[in-house]
């Protein structure tokens, strides 16, 4: 399986402020996909990575809150903008996905905003 | 869209006894269903997936049936470990795309 990389790991954000996550894979990976979990709850998809042109988000989300990039096939950012503590999650990247391949999740950043 | 309902929240289970966690799924397209296992501060690890055109899969202690008919699937640990305890997530999706998970089960083995 890919190997998935991502940056931070960990961080504490103050209100209003945003943050840019990394998801870096060691090869290049049709599909990429952000989730988020909520402390103590299970993984909801936000959005997913679109090479090439904008991302497709799921009921809830938007884009002017979770700015997504997908400039190539082995790396995404995700954004939390002007965050509050309602933010504070684990933020999952994932791959994988197509036909015969399976979803593969990323080492996660721990979000705590006060 | 698709609805997936996990149960049970929590599971204890004594050391070498049998575990099984139910998953039912709303949509009848779904076709693939992956089970995921997330020890405390970890990523979730795939640990076995099966797809619509099989009944039944078994990997070593694990084992996960699915019936398509009724729209459910299982999770079924045999000689349960304490390496066993973690939070299990159950998922459905179409052919990987777009998972969606069930709220997760606790599952605790009792030494």
């Known amino acids: 399986s890919a190997v998935i990389s991502q940056k931070p790991s960990r961080d504490i954000c103050q209100r209003g402020t945003s943050l840019t996550i990394q998801c870096q894979v060691d090869s290049q990976v049709t599909m990429m996909f952000w989730y988020r979990q909520q402390p103590g709850q299970s993984l909801t998809l936000i959005a997913t990575a679109n090479q090439g042109s904008e991302a497709t988000y799921e009921s809830g989300f938007v884009i002017d809150k979770f700015p997504i990039s997908r400039p190539n096939l082995t790396f995404s950012t995700l954004t939390v903008s002007n965050m509050s503590p309602e933010d504070s999650s684990i933020y999952l990247c994932s791959v994988g996905g197509d036909v015969n391949e399976k979803l593969f999740f990323g080492s996660g950043t721990q979000l705590s905003v006060l | 869209g698709e609805n997936v309902e996990q149960h049970p929240s929590t599971l204890s289970v004594q050391e070498g006894d049998s575990a099984v966690i139910k998953c039912t799924y709303s949509d009848s397209a779904s076709n693939y269903f992956p089970w995921y296992k997330q020890e405390l501060g970890k990523r979730p690890q795939l640990i076995i997936d099966?797809?619509?055109?099989?009944g039944e899969k078994k990997d070593q202690r694990i084992a996960v049936t699915l019936n398509k008919t009724a729209k459910h699937f299982s999770l079924h640990i045999t000689e349960t470990q304490p390496e066993d305890s973690a939070v299990y997530f159950c998922a459905a999706s179409q052919y990987g795309n777009k998972l969606v998970f069930g709220a997760g089960t606790i599952l605790r083995v009792k030494s």
């Open positions: 099966i797809r619509s055109n099989v």
